[in-house]
């Protein structure tokens, strides 16, 4: 078992930056994959970021390419998003997301372990 925990959520406005963060404990020796999925209010769950266990593959949702980045360090369990230049249609939950495989996706239907979400909210 692995638990999620998010931070770093805020109220920001258009065009600024907020770094998310995600603390991961429990069964953390095994490899891992980690990802970071939205939800806005009455719409799916989105893919924003993942990243593999060696941090040498990423991927990002397409309305997020260019402006954030997923970083990781295993030293520290944990893994970033670094947001900028934010948009009133990134405000969401954000959760964070790990699966026990050495490989990322963008897939939701592939990750176990989900954090409770932290809530970024972006004003016009």
């Known amino acids: 078992q692995v638990q999620l925990v998010e931070s770093g959520g805020g109220l920001v406005q258009t065009g600024d930056s907020l770094r998310l963060t995600c603390v991961a404990s429990?069964?953390?020796?095994?490899?891992?994959?980690l990802g970071w999925f939205r939800q806005a209010p009455g719409k799916e769950r989105e893919f924003v970021a993942a990243?593999?266990?060696?941090?040498?593959?990423?991927y990002y949702g397409d309305s997020v390419k260019g402006r954030f980045a997923i970083s990781r360090d295993k030293s520290k369990n944990t893994t970033y998003l670094q947001m900028n230049n934010l948009k009133f249609a990134d405000t969401a939950v954000y959760y964070c997301t790990a699966r026990p495989s050495s490989f990322a996706s963008w897939s939701e239907h592939e990750y176990d372990y989900w954090g409770l979400g932290t809530q970024v909210t972006v004003s016009l």
């Open positions: 990243i593999s266990w060696s941090g040498g593959t990423r």
């Open positions: 429990g069964r953390t020796e095994s490899k891992y994959a």
